[in-house]
């Protein structure tokens, strides 16, 4: 890294725009893993699991298109270890979260993936990253925002393992809905994001999208609620997207009709998009053409 800033201070120093990057997911499996992460929490972390097990389970549910996230309280370890797993549905309209837990993380292996060996619940599941030995800025500002949110909703926050989009830290996901955002720690107050979730709401300024969502669909939905102050969750629903030569059409659900979003795509200026990149890269970025009403 040398002296380069960290990713997450020069992606603020750049302004680099957080809308239409959600890491994507339908499905989710979270399970706890109590301690300190190797640079892979289910490959690398031999004082939490053996490698061989870790391995099997992460393939386990990858083989099911699934995405797998392990995760902590916050602050102090506990003496005994709990091997507590949460199972997410995030699709719109199916949105569901599963919990339970077991005796060991050998028994993680063998968990029904459906959810059908715990209890639905229907309380919300926060998830902000504070993967360090992933990335500095998630352990920085990470642990900053889990902490803070956790000072609120203690029950429902938790520490996870590396959720992508490094440079956008401290970076959280909102289950069920699968609402990723990014650069948490900046809000005024973080549980402040939590409590909108709550009430059916999201913060446009901190979403990156939703995991659920094709980037352009989400990059349209944040287009829309700018002009529209529109910030209802299940509000602007994709009707369909096409692409184009060089250009991206979205239609979205509107309250007065369908709304109409053409993307273009346009590609950053070379960027360290983490702390440990050693080569800069270009990114994807989204910039709207225009936006109107759909008449038939």
């Known amino acids: 890294m040398g002296d380069r800033l960290p990713c997450s201070d020069s992606a603020r120093d750049r302004g680099d725009p957080m809308f239409g990057t959600a890491s994507a997911g339908n499905k989710w499996v979270l399970l706890e893993m109590s301690g300190a992460w190797g640079p892979s929490a289910f490959l690398e972390s031999p004082r939490i699991v053996d490698p061989r097990l870790g391995r099997a389970i992460v393939r386990r549910v990858e083989t099911e298109r699934m995405r797998i996230v392990a995760i902590r309280r916050p602050g102090r370890r506990p003496s005994v270890p709990r091997w507590r797993w949460f199972i997410v549905d995030a699709r719109p309209g199916s949105e569901t ?121 989400q990059a349209a939905q944040y287009f829309v609620r700018r002009a529209t102050g529109d910030d209802r969750i299940d509000a602007l629903s994709p009707v369909d997207v096409r692409r184009g030569d060089h250009q991206i059409e979205v239609v979205l659900s509107g309250p007065d009709g369908p709304i109409g979003v053409t993307l273009a795509e346009h590609m950053s200026d070379p960027l360290h998009s983490t702390c440990a990149a050693s080569v800069a890269g270009r990114v994807r970025q989204f910039v709207m053409v225009r936006m109107n009403r759909v008449t038939s």
Not at 115 to 128: F, I, K, N, W
Not at 132 to 154: F, L, M, N, S
Not at 179 to 201: F, K, M, N, Q
């Open 97 to 217: 979260v599963h919990h339970g837990e077991v005796a060991s993380p050998a028994e993680y292996l063998d968990l029904a993936l459906d959810g059908t060996d715990g209890e639905r619940s229907d309380d919300p599941l926060v998830a902000v990253c504070a993967h360090g030995k992933h990335d500095q800025c998630c352990a920085v500002r990470g642990r900053a925002a889990t902490a803070a949110i956790a000072a609120e909703y203690p029950e429902w926050t938790w520490e996870c393992s590396h959720l992508g989009g490094d440079r956008f830290a401290a970076t959280m996901i909102l289950f069920p809905h699968g609402l990723c955002y990014g650069a948490v720690d900046s809000a005024d107050e973080p549980s402040a994001i939590v409590r909108r979730y709550t009430h059916g709401r999201l913060d446009n300024e901190f979403l990156r999208g939703r995991t659920s969502l094709p980037h352009a669909v």
